[in-house]
């Protein structure tokens, strides 16, 4: 198969033509138009084989998952999504492994309206790069920089911390977590909180995804805001195999620590608290109130004893190492 077979018979016709589209996949560029009295939101993710994901992954599930990262960091800044581009090196033309690919990634595409509008293909090791694009009410995005003192902290979502666990088993460090394909469905089919961002931008003054995790990603909130905030540990929501895990000794801080949830943190007025939670019931998203925004700019944790506080442990960074 050639690059231009390859494109044609696997992305061109991937997902569906949206009408603000002019010119898609063919050309040398793509022609898009954004409506009036919005901004265009973009942002770009990288999954490296080997650092990402591992190399017998389900490529169907890598699919999503590649979709899904980008597609949460529009969540988070409460724009709706629209267009992505798609950058593959692949080691081989292994046509099988694509077709499974973009299987995972149409499906998700269909299920948000979003259109792959062009990419690029190359041969080298296995990487994926993607760019999405939303729109969002102009000077209305979701930022990290403007959370203020008094304001709730919430998370989505009702397992945090299992993809990390699921990380745990899928190195062979816990053998005995109960609720396997659980786990393993945080780790490789996450879902992007697309309607909740799009609701947050009435109520929140700041939000972010969990991609590094919860205390890391809450750090760059309080740092680009200028506060800190007290965290507590008892309000985060697990699941049943996290609560056992940390019950048979395990590490009591991965529900903070772990990357790659995917959900939403974001803060909240406290005087709009019983609206905003009455709203989140209405529309059926799952939010829960973790902690408080303060002064100063120490993430405090208190714990579930209600006494001992630490200092938030930090999440998972690339450079660290
Ligand atoms: P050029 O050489 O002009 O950069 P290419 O040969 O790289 O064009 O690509 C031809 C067309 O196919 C372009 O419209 C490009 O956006 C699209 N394309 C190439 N690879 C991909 C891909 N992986 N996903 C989506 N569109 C792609
Ligand atoms: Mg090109």
């Known amino acids: 198969m050639s690059e231009f077979d390859l494109i044609s018979r696997y992305f061109a016709n991937a997902t569906a033509s949206r009408s603000d589209v002019a010119l898609a996949i063919g050309d040398d560029c793509a022609l898009l138009e954004v ?127 299992d993809a990390g666990l699921a990380l745990l088993v899928q190195q062979g460090r ?64 697990m699941s049943a195999a996290m609560k056992h895990y940390i019950k048979a000794g395990g590490d009591e801080n991965l529900p903070l620590s772990a990357g790659d949830d995917y959900e939403l943190v974001f803060t909240i007025p406290l005087d709009d608290q019983i609206r905003f939670e009455t709203a989140m019931h209405e529309q059926g998203h799952k939010v829960t109130m973790i902690g408080v925004i303060e002064s100063g700019n120490s993430i405090t944790v208190i714990s579930h004893d209600g006494l001992s506080s630490s200092e938030a442990v930090s999440g998972y960074d690339h450079f660290k190492d």
């Open 35 to 161: 409506p009036e009295g919005m901004q265009l939101a973009v942002s770009m993710d990288t999954l490296v084989c080997g650092r990402h994901f591992v190399p017998d992954v389900d490529p169907k599930s890598l699919g999503h998952k590649a979709l899904a990262v980008n597609l949460s960091d529009l969540a988070a800044m409460g724009a709706s999504p629209a267009w992505v581009m798609l950058a593959l090196t692949l080691p081989d033309q292994e046509e099988a492994w694509v077709e499974q690919f973009m299987l995972g990634f149409s499906a998700l595409a269909a299920e948000h309206n979003v259109q792959l509008v062009g990419g690029d293909t190359t041969r080298g090791h296995l990487s994926i790069s993607l760019q999405a694009h939303g729109f969002v009410p102009k000077d209305k995005a979701l930022r990290r920089d403007a959370a203020q003192v008094g304001d709730l902290i919430y998370v989505s979502g009702e397992r945090l911390g």
């Open 174 to 237: 816990y053998n005995e977590a109960s609720d396997l394909d659980g786990l393993q469905r945080q780790l490789d089919w996450p879902q992007p909180r697309l309607e909740l961002g799009q609701a947050l931008l009435e109520y929140a003054t700041a939000a972010i995804d969990i991609s590094d995790g919860l205390g890391a990603d809450l750090r760059h909130i309080c740092d680009e805001s200028g506060v800190g905030a007290s965290l507590y540990a008892g309000h985060i929501p």
